[in-house]
């Protein structure tokens, strides 16, 4: 083996390891098996907490009672996730609470989605999905999801639908409401 041929197989581990050292020094996150004290299926969490870092999750007091409260899922202290929770009797129209102009809910493009709850909307940044709650008398369940990102981010209209898919019933259950 020539002296350079030597070198160059000596130095290409090195090189790998100075190109991995920015990204693999990175402190990647344990993707949670649980959002806001729901069971979820952690495939479909990970492409909404697209991030390395620290994961932490704060909830307003009161989780699971009537009225509303939130739960909001961090990555190195910034939000990553805002899940509202809202149990009413009166009937919501989510198109209503979707538009962008909303300040609360606010989705990116929202349109209606059939089969997801009742009434429900998906847009490029989240998801408003209601219905009624056998359980709890006359009360109705809404859930609002919004994925903190900047307009920059590729639009994941398909993982959000996706997410709350899964996410809407398992968080029903939780919570003690089945559908009618």
């Known amino acids: 083996m020539s002296r350079h041929n030597k070198m ?8 790998l390891a100075l190109l991995c ?9 344990s993707v949670p098996r649980s959002i806001c004290d729901t069971p979820i299926d ?9 991030a390395t870092g620290k994961l932490s999750e704060w909830h307003t007091a009161g989780w699971g009672g009537k009225g509303r409260s939130v739960c ?4 190195d ?3 990553a996730l805002r899940l509202r929770f809202a149990w009413h009797t009166d009937a919501i129209d989510p198109m209503k609470y979707s538009s962008l102009d909303n300040s609360v809910t606010g989705l ?11 009434s429900a909307t998906v847009g490029d940044n989240g998801s408003i999905a209601t219905t009624r709650c056998k359980g709890r ?4 369940f809404t859930l609002a999801l919004k994925v903190s990102r900047d307009r920059q981010i590729v639009h994941q209209r398909k993982e959000i639908e996706q997410f709350m898919r899964a996410y809407m019933p398992a968080t029903m259950k939780t919570v ?5």
Do not use: D, F, M, Y
């Open 176 to 180: 003690g409401c089945t559908h009618p």
């Open 8 to 15: 160059a197989g000596a130095s290409a581990p090195v090189v």
């Open 21 to 29: 050292l920015p990204a693999c020094s990175a402190q990647h996150i």
């Open 137 to 140: 008398g006359k009360w109705r």
């Open 72 to 75: 909001i899922v961090s990555v």
């Open 42 to 50: 952690q495939e479909l969490t990970a492409p909404l907490l697209k």
């Open 77 to 79: 202290k910034s939000e």
């Open 108 to 118: 990116w493009e929202p349109s209606r989605v059939r089969h997801l709850a009742e």
